[in-house]
């Protein structure tokens, strides 16, 4: 078949003249001939399709870059693609929900109440880190203090996980700091923003970083309130009157097909895509992390950690150490124990933190 002109191209691929010059640009789609004297641009009826499947992806609102990546892939594997960036798309958007309800009751006067609790609190910690048994390099970092409690792990099987890592939780030691309870998620959002950052400007400098990126979970406490931050699959939990619950939700393949009831929790472990992470920190894409706001109680007792722990261990078996552990530093240790001996087949960090009432003054005592 004859080509087509820009013009009669645009309009049977229903694309802009602006768009096919952009596309060109980006190598997404260049014309099959280009006159070298008058410059007008022909394309191959052929291309048609190619188009078209630009177009409909910028409609589900992929970005252009990562449509550049899969231009010339297989059609199987375009749609294998497509099918990751959407289960991507939604897990943000169910992250969005989340934080858009807790905004919404906030600002009408329900739920989380922002006003500062009178009880005074503080805050014991421990963090505990080992290499596992099966592994050369310890890719975790951690950071732990009366207000930031954060875990990050480098991503297994891609380069200088142990380098992102360390990045991060650097990025991040700013928010050990007085934080108005009001401003807990923009500092967190800025600084997790910040970290990203860190990452491309230090892959850019140097080519053999390219691939690192990292899980994050951190806590920031200002009085009664508590921010988290969470992207990945390390973890955070809460133990509150002798229950357990996990307070982030995991990015990844396995997790989102148990969402979507495609998969059993008994059939997680097994799973061959079971460590697959929809969602982290690396050093080419720009993913959002969930945020939190939440309020603390005297007693509650968290944990940070990550994934070494709860792959090889259920929730029942770190429940039981929680609540058995005399302090945070036992119960750091016995944790890491716990995953040594269900094999330690990954490096396992767990940063465990108590809310106490704060000591009475022997001035208040003499009051009394």
Known sequence: MASMTSGEFARASRLSPKALRLYDELGLLSPAEVDPVTGYRRYAPAQLEQARLVAWLRRLGMPLARIQSVTGMPRAAVAADLAEY???VEAEMSA???LAAF???YLSGRGTSMSANNEQL????SVRSDVGLQRDVNEDSAYASTRL????????????GEVASTAVIDALRPLDTEIPAGELLDALDHAVRTAGSKLRHMAASDPSLAGMGTTLTALVVSGSHLGLVHIGDSRAYLLRDGELYQITHDHTMVQSLLDDGKITPAEVASHPQRSLILRALVANRDYDADLQLREIQARDR???CSDGLHEVADADAIAAVLRLAADPDRAAKDLIALAIAGGGPDNVTCVVADVEPAPVSAT???RD
Request: net charge positive; hydrophobic share 50%.
């Open 86 to 88: 959407w289960r991507q």
């Open 302 to 304: 968290y944990l940070v």
């Open 122 to 125: 503080v805050i014991r910690y």
């Open 103 to 105: 905004l919404i009751g």
């Open 96 to 98: 969005r929900r989340d």
């Open 364 to 366: 208040a005592i003499d």
């Open 149 to 160: 409690l954060a875990v990050a792990d480098g991503m297994g099987g891609h380069a200088a």
